[in-house]
């Protein structure tokens, strides 16, 4: 059953340019912020097997010694024969701790 005051459209007619102008920007702006968030949220998090294949693609070798802290996943690698402390933080950027 129809409520009495909801118009049947079909095909935008009884839609006037100016309403039709504005669901057009909703809808575009919708998209464009679900876009943005999956640009900006990562689709998942970084397997132990891929974190260590980025860190070795960065130069690091004999990746150990993996935990989770809250500034993302600190590790122990070696490069140019010194061991050093990295971080990976949630966008993927490893960063050397001194």
């Known amino acids: 059953m129809r409520k009495a005051n909801w118009p049947i459209l079909e095909h935008?007619?009884?839609?006037?340019?100016?309403?039709?102008?504005m669901r057009t920007r909703n809808i575009s702006?919708?998209?464009?912020?679900?876009?943005?968030?999956?640009?900006?949220?990562?689709?998942h998090a970084l397997t132990q097997q891929e974190l260590i294949a980025k860190i070795?693609?960065?130069?690091?070798?004999?990746?150990?010694?993996?935990k989770s802290t809250p500034e993302g996943t600190a590790v122990k690698a070696i490069k140019n024969g010194k061991e050093?402390?990295?971080v990976v933080d949630?966008?993927?950027q490893i960063k050397e701790q001194k």
């Not at 070795?56 to 993996?66: F, H, K, M, N, W």
Request: proline share 2%; glycine share 12%; hydrophobic share 50%.
């Open 12 to 21: 935008g007619a009884d839609i006037n340019a100016g309403e039709r102008i």
């Open 56 to 66: 070795e693609a960065a130069g690091y070798t004999q990746v150990s010694d993996i």
């Open 90 to 92: 949630s966008s993927g």
């Open 84 to 86: 050093v402390r990295l």
């Open 29 to 43: 702006r919708t998209i464009v912020w679900l876009a943005l968030l999956g640009v900006l949220s990562p689709a």
